[in-house]
């Protein structure tokens, strides 16, 4: 699994040295808004949090000041700590941003020497075809964890940390929106093609058609969601 997919084990959370404990709430937490368990828009009961991981209200209230530096929860004068909701403009500026660096993680894996090229285009190749067999299953959780991993396996490629650490926070902001895209079998069966293209152009080192293509694919992935949101709200 992702980094930012992980879930600490609840029974770890109790045991563990204060120096550390702050992370492994954070960690949780994450982890609980990123699989759906705390909902956009949901109040975080701080007691509740505390009492789940067997932890005192302190851990998690640094924990809740983490995530929303990060942009994942919003704190409210006088009513709390909820989950943030994403507005169309946020999730327009988000995809923009991650275009820009999916593309250029693109571009420098495509330049990559042939064997390590090579070991990353069989990592995507694998990836591939377990997207398939999801797809095929219409197994949208596992589906969506593989094509998370195709492109967190490019962005390490690229070998820049700075690059990965701010694509990470940009993909945790956009996860429900792009879980919600990728529910879709046309979403999925466009994604299908988009990524074998993108395995070409590194198969081929061709840098700049590999960052076209990564540019065009996040693109076609936020057309995509505004379209699905579209058909939702008109009258039938």
Request: charged share 25%; net charge positive; aromatic share 4%.
């Amino acid at each position: 699994m992702l980094p930012w997919l992980a879930s600490t084990p609840v029974a770890v959370l109790s045991g563990v040295r204060d120096t550390s404990l702050c992370k492994l709430v954070r960690d949780e937490m994450l982890a609980l808004i990123l699989r759906g368990e705390l909902a956009p828009g949901q109040r975080i009961n701080e007691p509740d949090v505390a009492a789940r991981l067997k932890v005192s209200r302190v851990p998690v209230r640094e924990a809740l000041r983490e995530l929303e530096s990060s942009g994942l929860v919003a704190a409210r004068k006088h009513a709390g700590v909820f989950v943030r909701v994403l507005g169309a403009q946020d999730v327009a500026d988000l995809y923009e941003l991650r275009s820009l660096l999916d593309g250029h993680a693109g571009q420098r894996a495509a330049r990559l020497a042939p064997a390590p090229r090579r070991a990353l285009t069989k990592k995507l190749g694998t990836l591939l075809r377990e997207m398939k067999q999801h797809a095929r299953k219409h197994a949208v959780q596992t589906y969506y964890a593989s094509n998370l991993a195709f492109h967190w396996a490019v962005v390490e490629a690229a070998d820049n940390p700075h690059l990965a650490t701010s694509y990470r926070g940009i993909v945790q902001q956009l996860h429900l929106s792009r879980l919600k895209n990728l529910s879709q079998d046309i979403g999925m069966q466009i994604s299908l093609v988009e990524h074998e293209q993108i395995i070409a152009a590194l198969v081929d080192g061709d840098a700049p058609r590999c960052q076209a293509l990564q540019v065009a694919h996040v693109a076609d992935s936020h057309r995509r969601l505004v379209a699905l949101e579209h058909d939702e709200h008109t009258p039938r």
